[in-house]
C-alpha cells in the first residue's frame, strides 16, 4: 500500500459531504463535463475468498488531484475537458460506520481513460477492482472445507453448527457456497461465544489490519481479540454489531487495537454475545472470514 493513500485513510464526516461538491455547474471559470459512476466490483483470484463486498464510495482522481468521495451510484461534474486518466479507489464504511469513510487500503485502484465534453455525461462501466499483490490473507474460513478454524469457547453455552439450508446459507452470484454458520442460544442459555483455533502474529507498527466478514443477526454480536499479554489472557471488544435481518458485510478495523498491544504476539479473534434473561431466543449467523493486513 502506498503512503499517499495511508495519508488520506480517514475522511471526518464533515469533510466527506463537502467533497460531495466537486464543482458548481454555474461555475464562472466554465460549463464543466460530468463523470457518471453506477457501481464498483471486487474481483477475487483463487486464494482470496469471496469476491462479495460492500463498496459504497467512489473516491476520484484526475491529475493526482480529489475531485470527491462520493456516494454510489453517482454523477459528478468535473471542470475538465477532453482526454483524461481518471483514477477510482473504492471506498467503504470502516466498522460499518457512515462518519468514518475511506478508500479500502488493500485494494488496487481502477484507472480509465476517458474524453470528457463540456456539458455531457461520460459513463465509466466495468469499475472492477483487486485486493493487491501485497496484502496478506493470515486466516480465511468461509466453512465449506472438512475442517473448522473457529469455534467455541469454554465460556459458549451453545455450539457453534456448520448449515446447509439454502434459504439460510450465504450465497454470491457465481460462486459454490453451500455452507454457512449458525449459533442459537434459548430459554436459560445466556452466553455464546467462539474464537479462532490459531493464534496470529499481526502487524503492530500502524499498517492497516481488517477483519471482513459476512453475518446475519437477531441479537447485539460482539467482535473483538483474544490477546495474551505478559502471559495473561485480555479480552478486548472491539465492535458491537447492531441486528441485521439480511446479510450484511462489514470491515472492522484492528489497526489502533493491535498498536495499542505492541508487546503481544499472540492475536485470537473472538465473537459472542451474552442474552438478556427476558430474551428467549437470539442467533446468529456468518460465513466469509477474511483477516488480512
Known amino acids: ?29 466554465g460549463i464543466p463535463s460530468y463523470i457518471q459512476i453506477e457501481q464498483i466490483d471486487l474481483v477475487t483470484l483463487p486464494g482470496q475468498g469471496t469476491a462479495s463486498h460492500n463498496i459504497t464510495d467512489a473516491w ?3 491529475d493526482d488531484k480529489l475531485i470527491g468521495a462520493f456516494e454510489l451510484p453517482v454523477t459528478f461534474p468535473v471542470l475538465k475537458t477532453g482526454e483524461q486518466e481518471v483514477v477510482v479507489y473504492a471506498g467503504i464504511k470502516i466498522n460499518g460506520i457512515s462518519a468514518t469513510r475511506a478508500p479500502y487500503p488493500f485494494f488496487d485502484p481502477f484507472i480509465a ?14 469499475v472492477l477492482v ?34 446447509s439450508d439454502p434459504e439460510l446459507v450465504f450465497s454470491h452470484p457465481g460462486e459454490h457456497n453451500p455452507f454457512s454458520a ?3 442460544i434459548t430459554g436459560d442459555q445466556l452466553r455464546f461465544e467462539c474464537a479462532t483455533l490459531n493464534n496470529f502474529d499481526l502487524p503492530k507498527d500502524g499498517r492497516p489490519v481488517f477483519l471482513e466478514m459476512h453475518y446475519k443477526n437477531d441479537y447485539n454480536l460482539t467482535v473483538g481479540l483474544m490477546i495474551v499479554l505478559q502471559g495473561q489472557p485480555i479480552q478486548h471488544p472491539i465492535l458491537v454489531l447492531n441486528p441485521s435481518v439480511e446479510w450484511n458485510k462489514i470491515y472492522i478495523n484492528l489497526t489502533h487495537t493491535l498498536s495499542n498491544f505492541y508487546q503481544s504476539n499472540d492475536f485470537r479473534v473472538f465473537l459472542g454475545f451474552v442474552k438478556s434473561p427476558d430474551t428467549e431466543t437470539a442467533t446468529i449467523y456468518f460465513d466469509h472470514f477474511k483477516l488480512i493486513h
Request: glycine content about 4%; aromatic content about 12%; proline content about 2%.
Open 1 to 29: 500500500m502506498n503512503s499517499s493513500l495511508l495519508r488520506r485513510f480517514f475522511l471526518p464526516a464533515f469533510l466527506f459531504a463537502i467533497l460531495f461538491i466537486a464543482c458548481d455547474p454555474n461555475d464562472e471559470e
Open 60 to 62: 476520484v482522481y484526475i
Open 113 to 126: 481513460n476517458v474524453r470528457l465534453s463540456q456539458g455531457n455525461t461520460t459513463k465509466i462501466e466495468n
Open 130 to 163: 483487486n485486493y493487491g499483490s501485497n496484502t496478506t490473507f493470515s486466516w480465511m474460513e468461509d466453512f465449506n472445507g472438512g475442517a473448522v478454524s473457529i469455534d467455541t469457547t469454554s465460556a459458549s453455552e451453545t455450539r457453534l453448527l456448520k448449515i
Open 182 to 184: 449458525m449459533a442459537s
